[in-house]
């Protein structure tokens, strides 16, 4: 009878006839090496009897597993048992509640809560590329008409939200940031090929229709501030330069001749525009700093700015505690040496800044502990984002809110793609009448 044994046939046969033959006789018999012949030899000597299924090791090995699961199977018999009866007991302990006739009244505030400022950030514009909806999958399509549609469709989407806040927040100042690549440049051999306008015709044409959208804006607000910084997209040079960074940008161009067409708004104090030669800077608002740039130069991994934000808010914080520091205006002289040293402490101390706002990525996104925000864009998506990055954004505007007491609140994003495609443009009119004249856009 032959054994369930990791033994050959024909040496289990053998052994069953001559149980007492050992390693040598095997291994003379069958011709296999000593090893090999003391391995079965030991196997059947083992065995439990001539009717077992196993060997010893093995059987032994099934009464640790079969041991192991009946441990296994009274644990979870306890703790169904354990979860049964706490269940029990407390379904026996806790009473339902009877019906309340009545409840506490709680009633929220009427009125001003507290005072807040508006911001808009304005970025990506694009203005003069031309996107065709046929190359696109029918995802995507963009113009100078499509353009002006949408800075409209921005302004009633700001003002709608605005004034449904005003009667708690008051709202009575708006920052717009202007955040660069206002115009879709020359920095590319498809972009000259392809633009609807060239350059300095679009410059002017947006110029125009930039100054009447804050023409439309300055009756819902006391005061409006507009910060201009330039972005990747408007440089004069194929390469990024940072000598002359600002004055050699398109978008600069863009920002100078808005104020000249505001000019009369601005000497009467209703609008203030700032357009620094650097292509960051500071703003407070509210005593909170916040650091304004086109951010093109944050390095992305993957696709993502997320982690390339992170470095660059260190390194920017270590930085703008130094400038701090070397600043005329932020550090006095002293001839005694401690209180030189105080006040450098404390240059350093206030000289960094508390939120970050952002252009160039065309995908809005707060990150950073909510201290950072990264713009949409109004172009949306286009052929490059589509073919190369295989993505396309909703065209869109962050509109916040700032509060003297928290800080940064209520960061929306504000959608300017109507459903259907159907795209309001500028009247004849405050809103269209110079885009008509001088470069034949057809307005409704």
Known sequence: MKIALNIPDDIADFLAQNPDAGRVILK??????????????????????????????????????????????????????????????????????????????????KGLIEDRDAMSIWSDIHAGEHVERDQMEGMGEYNLSIMAGRIWSLIVGKIKIIETLRESYGVRKLYLDWLGDFVGGNIHKELRETNDLPLLKTVMLLSHLLSQAVI????????????????????????????????????????????????????????????????????????????????????????????????????????????????????????????????????????????????????????????????GSLIGGNEFSLQKLHAVSKPCQILAFVSERWGLKSVEPIHVLDKGHKFKLFKDGVMGEMAQALHGIKVD
């Open 216 to 375: 439309m804006l300055i009756p819902h607000f006391e005061e409006i501030e507009i910060t201009c910084v330039p972005g990747n997209h408007g440089r004069m040079s194929k390469k990024p330069e940072f000598k002359n960074r600002v004055s050699n940008n398109y978008d600069t161009l863009t920002y100078q001749i808005t104020s000249l067409f505001l000019k009369n708004y601005i000497d009467t104090g209703r609008v203030k525009m700032n357009i620094p030669d650097s292509p960051e800077c500071i703003s407070v608002r509210k005593e909170w700093a916040f650091l304004l740039g086109h951010s093109d130069n944050v390095t992305a991994w993957a696709g993502f700015p997320v982690y390339g934000f992170f470095r660059d808010n260190a390194k920017q914080q270590t930085l703008r505690k130094l400038r701090s520091v070397f600043s005329a205006k932020d550090f006095k002289h002293h001839d005694d040496v401690d209180n030189a040293e105080a006040n450098m402490a404390e240059a350093r101390r206030v000289s960094g800044y508390d939120y970050r706002l952002a252009g160039h990525w065309h995908t809005p996104m707060v990150m950073d502990d909510w201290t950072t925000i990264i713009n």
């Open 28 to 109: 003379e018999k069958f011709e296999i090496s000593v090893v090999e012949a003391r391995y079965y030899s030991r196997l059947w000597r083992n065995k439990l009897s001539d009717s077992s299924a196993t060997s010893l090791g093995e059987a032994e090995l099934l009464r640790i597993q079969a041991r192991n699961s009946m441990a296994q199977i009274k644990d979870l018999q306890k703790r169904v048992a354990t979860d049964d009866i706490l269940l029990g007991n407390i379904r026996d302990i806790v009473p339902a509640f009877p019906i309340i006739s009545k409840l506490p009244t709680i009633k929220a505030k």
